[in-house]
């Protein structure tokens, strides 16, 4: 196989990393938020299970999850699951886990802020919801942005574990390509990988500056 051959393969693979990324990211930082607002919640019972899922979520693998999600429809309930599902049981393993990380960042984050500037919203006669998301959430996301930025770098990485259900991302298809007796689709694979993550550092990093005038 020659080498443009080899990279035209790595790039489709690398398409379908993309996806996961993309897809995991729009999905698990809302639902990050939401699970944080019930991890912080009055309620015992609200606060209690949100509590317990993001300890499962953090505290088992990542692969076994995907396992679990991908074959969990058949044998629990009796669901014949075909090839089409596996990508779709890795964009909700992987929004599922990422929003049980993101809820834990959004946390710190917004209980780290002064109980001042809710009572100084609350006299200017903004509302609860008007002094969160106008006042009190850009400023969480100044402060949780490196937190943040550390999660999706490793996201970049963890899109390799859909090999787990051979959904054909750019390991998976290097793997496939590295069996045929060469070591230069994994070093292709790495260069690739290097490169996506360095994209999202730099963006990252100047998001982090637009952000400096919350000091």
Same mark, same amino acid.
């Given at each position: !196989?020659?080498?443009?051959?080899? =990279?035209? &393969? @790595? #790039?489709?693979?690398?398409?379908?990393?993309?996806?996961? +990324?993309?897809?995991?990211?729009?999905?698990?930082?809302?639902?990050?938020?939401?699970?944080?607002?019930?991890?912080?919640?009055?309620?015992?019972?609200?606060?209690?299970?949100?509590?317990?899922?993001?300890?499962? !979520?953090?505290?088992?693998?990542? =692969?076994? &999850? @995907? #396992?679990?999600?991908?074959?969990?429809?058949?044998?629990? +309930?009796?669901?014949?699951?075909?090839?089409?599902?596996?990508?779709?049981?890795?964009?909700?393993?992987?929004?599922?886990?990422?929003?049980?990380?993101?809820?834990?960042?959004?946390?710190?984050?917004?209980?780290? !802020?002064?109980?001042?500037?809710?009572?100084?919203?609350?006299?200017?006669?903004?509302?609860?919801?008007?002094?969160? +998301?106008?006042?009190?959430?850009?400023?969480?996301?100044?402060?949780?942005?490196?937190?943040?930025?550390?999660?999706?770098?490793?996201?970049?990485?963890?899109?390799?574990?859909?090999?787990?259900?051979?959904?054909?991302?750019?390991?998976?298809?290097?793997?496939?390509?590295?069996?045929?007796?060469?070591?230069?689709?994994?070093?292709?694979?790495?260069?690739?990988?290097?490169?996506?993550?360095?994209?999202?550092?730099?963006?990252?990093?100047?998001?982090?500056?637009?952000?400096?005038?919350?000091?």
């Amino acid at each position: !196989m020659s080498i443009s051959q080899m =990279m035209k &393969q @790595l #790039m489709g693979g690398m398409g379908v990393s993309i996806q996961i +990324f993309v897809v995991t990211l729009v999905f698990s930082l809302p639902l990050g938020l939401l699970i944080s607002f019930g991890r912080m919640s009055k309620n015992p019972v609200i606060r209690n299970v949100t509590k317990g899922y993001i300890s499962i !979520m953090r505290g088992t693998p990542l =692969m076994l &999850q @995907l #396992m679990v999600v991908y074959f969990g429809p058949f044998y629990l +309930f009796g669901i014949r699951i075909g090839n089409s599902y596996r990508l779709w049981a890795v964009f909700i393993g992987f929004v599922i886990n990422y929003a049980a990380y993101f809820a834990e960042i959004y946390r710190s984050g917004i209980q780290s !802020m002064p109980m001042g500037q809710y009572e100084a919203a609350r006299i200017l006669g903004y509302s609860r919801t008007q002094t969160f +998301f106008k006042i009190i959430l850009p400023q969480v996301i100044k402060r949780i942005l490196p937190s943040v930025t550390n999660e999706i770098i490793t996201l970049v990485k963890d899109t390799s574990l859909a090999f787990t259900l051979s959904v054909m991302e750019m390991f998976t298809v290097a793997k496939a390509l590295a069996a045929k007796g060469t070591m230069i689709p994994f070093v292709a694979a790495g260069i690739f990988y290097y490169i996506f993550n360095l994209i999202v550092a730099l963006a990252m990093e100047m998001l982090e500056k637009k952000l400096d005038y919350y000091r």
